[in-house]
Every structure is written in structure tokens, then in C-alpha cells.
């Protein structure tokens, strides 16, 4: 059974806005879920009288949070197509000072072409999704010493012709070092490479799964065997069994976002996490919450 909570109220990026030939989402039957709202604590995740802590301003539209090995976070601001990163001190002082204080960042990487998603690869790489680049959509790596970003895929083959991506959103790095990342489709025109996409190793892109509409966050367990996906037009949370790299069961719906009334469904899904105890930490830009 999954319970979602309500967290904590937060200020959420706006994000593109959906075009009419956008189709409804699918009904993939629902695995049974109970919803809980709390205001207050949740026992062993968030201690009483906790409240967001701003560690940096005077950005436009942030994504893709990713923390390295040594706990330096880096993100992204889209408009201004820059990866920045808070230094792991700033962060550590702002946490023991508990104010609402604005930290400096750095600029790590300047032009780098709309990222949106990001997440560090086992070998140190900076993977990302790349929204703004033309013709269309990349997955690139940034290697943190040189700042070179180097092209990991940019097209598709689906029914015998190769397509460029659309505006790519969020990725997932498995085991073998391949990766999951999502196609929404956040424009007027639906991408033809809409859904979720699978980049091997070796660099061999497939799609492995398309019923999902506009697919949103993405995050792999802990273990590798379940893939967690939300979807930008649908308040579903959705579940995927790996059975291999780049091979997904159906989805399984395995709960939804509330409203701040917390009981009409409604609400729609942007970025998630996964903590160490394997609860989905989920954006609401409907209610401006984070739900767990």
C-alpha cells in the first residue's frame, strides 16, 4: 500500500505549457493506495518544526538538482542555460545558521543548451537532458574538470526512419551505466520520440515505453529493479518492473498527488527522489508541494 503526504508548501519553478493536440492520459488500472495529508512531521523523515531554507536567489526557472561524491550540488537554470553549483560549505553553513539566507554559486558550465535533468554517473560524469539545443533535444555528458560537454544521443530510429528527440526532461543512470530519461513533449507539437527512452552503454537508443504521457521525473530503486515515473498531465504515480536493461514491464499505477484539499486527485507530476528508505519524494506544481 503507499501513502502520500503532504510535506511542506514550496515555491516550484513554472514550467512550459502544453499545447491543445496533447492527448489524455491512458487508463492503466491502479494498484490499491491509500492517501494521508499531514502538516506536521513524518516520524524518522522530518522533524518538528522543520521549514524550507533558501540557499540561493536571483534565478529564473531552476532544475535538475544532482549532488556529486564530495556533496556539492549542482543545478540548472534554464532560461539563462547555465549549470551552476553551491559548494558543499555554503550549503553545510546555511543548514547550521537554520536562516533563510541566499548563498553565492558558481557558474560551472555557461551555453549549455537548455539542460533540464541531471544526475552524476558512477564514474564521475555529469549526465543531462538537454531541452534547447537544435535540431532537437540531446543526452550529453559534462566532464567536471574540463567543463567539455560531449553528445551521448540525439535521434532515434522508430518504424524504420530516425528521429531527433524533443525536449528531453529528466534521465536515470542503471547498473550497467545505461540510461532511462524522458521525452514529455513539452510543446505545441508533440514529439514523435514522446516517452520514456532507454540510451545503452554502448549508445544504442530505444524506446521502452510510450504509454505514459508526457513523462516527467524518472528515478530507479535503489536495486534496479523498479522504475518510478510521474507524468506532467496526469496525477498518477507509476511504477515499472526492470526485467533487464532497457526492458520494462507494463506500468502499474501505484498511487497519485492530491490536491491541497487532499482529497480531489488532482495535480500533475514534475521532478521526484528516492531516500534511502525507498519513499518517492514528489513534485506538485498543481498544489506547490512537495508529497511524499
Known amino acids: 500500500m503507499t501513502i502520500f503526504v503532504r510535506l511542506v508548501s514550496l515555491l516550484l519553478a513554472a514550467a512550459p505549457a502544453f499545447g491543445q493536440n496533447t492527448p489524455r492520459p491512458p487508463q492503466i488500472p ?14 524518522g523523515l522530518v522533524a518538528a518544526g522543520s521549514r524550507p531554507v533558501l540557499v540561493a536567489s536571483g534565478l529564473r526557472f531552476t532544475e535538475g538538482p544532482a ?3 564530495d ?24 543548514d547550521a545558521a537554520k536562516e533563510a539566507v541566499a548563498k553565492s554559486y558558481d557558474e560551472f558550465v555557461v551555453n549549455a543548451q537548455n539542460c533540464f535533468g541531471l544526475m552524476f554517473a558512477p564514474d564521475g560524469r555529469l549526465l543531462a537532458c538537454q531541452g534547447g539545443s ?9 566532464d567536471v574538470g574540463t567543463k567539455k560537454i560531449t ?12 528521429q531527433t528527440f524533443g525536449t528531453l526532461n529528466d534521465l536515470a543512470i542503471d547498473a550497467t551505466g545505461g540510461v532511462y530519461f524522458t521525452d514529455p513533449s513539452l510543446s505545441r507539437l508533440p514529439s514523435k520520440t514522446r516517452g520514456i527512452l532507454y540510451c545503452s552503454k554502448e549508445g544504442k537508443v530505444t524506446r521502452v515505453d510510450s504509454a505514459i504521457v508526457a513523462p516527467n521525473g524518472v528515478r530507479l530503486s535503489s536495486d534496479g529493479k523498479r522504475l518510478f515515473v510521474l507524468s506532467y498531465v496526469d496525477p498518477g504515480v507509476y511504477r515499472f518492473d526492470v526485467k533487464a536493461p532497457g526492458e520494462l514491464g507494463e506500468p502499474t499505477k501505484i498511487g497519485q498527488l492530491v490536491a491541497k484539499d487532499g482529497a480531489t486527485p ?3 507530476g514534475d521532478g521526484l527522489a528516492i531516500d534511502t528508505r525507498g519513499n ?10 512537495i508529497q511524499v
Open 134 to 142: 537544435k535540431p532537437g533535444g540531446r543526452l550529453v555528458a559534462i
Open 67 to 69: 549532488a556529486d561524491a
Open 266 to 268: 488532482k495535480g500533475r
Open 151 to 162: 553528445p551521448l544521443a540525439s535521434e532515434i530510429e522508430l518504424d524504420g526512419e530516425k
Open 30 to 43: 491502479a494498484q490499491a493506495a491509500a492517501v494521508a495529508v499531514l502538516a506536521g512531521p513524518i516520524d
Open 280 to 289: 518517492l519524494w514528489c513534485t506538485n506544481p498543481d498544489s506547490q508541494e
Open 71 to 94: 556533496g556539492n550540488l549542482y543545478f540548472v537554470d534554464v532560461p539563462s542555460s547555465r549549470v551552476l553549483r553551491l559548494k558543499s560549505t555554503d550549503l553545510k553553513a546555511v
